[in-house]
């Protein structure tokens, strides 16, 4: 029987990528979106991939789809924490709002969408967590010093976490994309991309999401099974952590 994967912020831009990519590897999939219902019919009826929504900011709504997704498909294998928002600004100009925002959805929700996957993959000693990241957790960015925070803490989520797994046969692991050709990015001045951005990349162009999605299918495979608590950067040699 397949496994099941649950990917979060999984029907637009790279969290699309990841569901395609982990169905056409054989994997049972459900996206989790938030608020898009446009974009999430759309893909649904482009993958056949079936679609949840609920906030992973919302822990009893993380509980309470998880059990849908479970009761639909089976047990959750492989749980992808992808999904992520930005509320940026220069710190003296930030807000608490701005701040809980993204550290509620970014950092929390990696707990809530993890927490209640956890023990049972503890009791079938088999069981993926992939969360991701961003070269700005890692080098941190002006402007940036929620989403930083965050997603730093998801790296430390992940390190800790990954201890605690190894003996029950549960990876824990990070991804660190840099600039991606998401719609996110598509939004940047293409001046701004052009003279700032791309200068920065040694490769000398941005990442496509397909090249997230296929470090993520071969972390949730058996073959990355020797591969726990680690950071995969993939920027281009924009940072060499």
């Given at each position: 029987?397949?496994?099941?994967?649950?990917?979060?912020?999984?029907?637009?831009?790279?969290?699309?990528?990841?569901?395609?990519?982990?169905?056409?590897?054989?994997?049972?999939?459900?996206?989790?979106?938030?608020?898009?219902?446009?974009?999430?019919?759309?893909?649904?009826?482009?993958?056949?991939?079936?679609?949840?929504?609920?906030?992973?900011?919302?822990?009893?709504?993380?509980?309470?789809?998880?059990?849908?997704?479970?009761?639909?498909?089976?047990?959750?294998?492989?749980?992808?924490?992808?999904?992520?928002?930005?509320?940026?600004?220069?710190?003296?100009?930030?807000?608490?709002?701005?701040?809980?925002?993204?550290?509620?959805?970014?950092?929390?929700?990696?707990?809530?969408?993890?927490?209640?996957?956890?023990?049972?993959?503890?009791?079938?000693?088999?069981?993926?967590?992939?969360?991701?990241?961003?070269?700005?957790?890692?080098?941190?960015?002006?402007?940036?010093?929620?989403?930083?925070?965050?997603?730093?803490?998801?790296?430390?989520?992940?390190?800790?976490?990954?201890?605690?797994?190894?003996?029950?046969?549960?990876?824990?692991?990070?991804?660190?994309p840099g600039y991606i050709g998401t719609e996110m990015v598509a939004a940047i001045d293409p001046e701004v991309l052009k003279t700032r951005i791309l200068p920065q990349i040694p490769v000398g162009r941005l990442g496509e999401p397909e090249e997230i999605a296929r470090a993520v299918v071969f972390l949730a495979s058996d073959e990355g099974g020797f591969i726990t608590g680690s950071t995969l950067t993939?920027?281009?040699?924009?940072?060499?952590?």
């Amino acid at each position: 029987m397949a496994r099941v994967a649950l990917v979060t912020g999984g029907t637009r831009g790279i969290g699309a990528a990841i569901s395609r990519a982990l169905k056409e590897a054989g994997y049972q999939v459900a996206a989790n979106y938030a608020g898009n219902d446009e974009a999430a019919a759309k893909f649904k009826a482009e993958t056949g991939i079936p679609v949840y929504k609920w906030s992973v900011a919302d822990h009893e709504a993380c509980a309470a789809g998880i059990k849908e997704v479970e009761a639909d498909l089976g047990p959750v294998d492989v749980l992808v924490n992808n999904a992520g928002i930005t509320r940026d600004g220069m710190f003296h100009k930030m807000t608490l709002q701005q701040w809980r925002e993204v550290i509620d959805t970014n950092l929390t929700g990696v707990f809530n969408m993890t927490h209640p996957v956890w023990n049972g993959m503890r009791e079938r000693k088999f069981g993926r967590v992939i969360t991701i990241s961003s070269i700005n957790g890692q080098k941190g960015q002006a402007g940036q010093v929620n989403y930083s925070a965050a997603k730093a803490g998801d790296i430390g989520f992940t390190k800790a976490l990954a201890q605690e797994g190894a003996r029950a046969g549960i990876t824990v692991n990070a991804i660190c994309p840099g600039y991606i050709g998401t719609e996110m990015v598509a939004a940047i001045d293409p001046e701004v991309l052009k003279t700032r951005i791309l200068p920065q990349i040694p490769v000398g162009r941005l990442g496509e999401p397909e090249e997230i999605a296929r470090a993520v299918v071969f972390l949730a495979s058996d073959e990355g099974g020797f591969i726990t608590g680690s950071t995969l950067t993939i920027n281009g040699g924009q940072y060499v952590a």
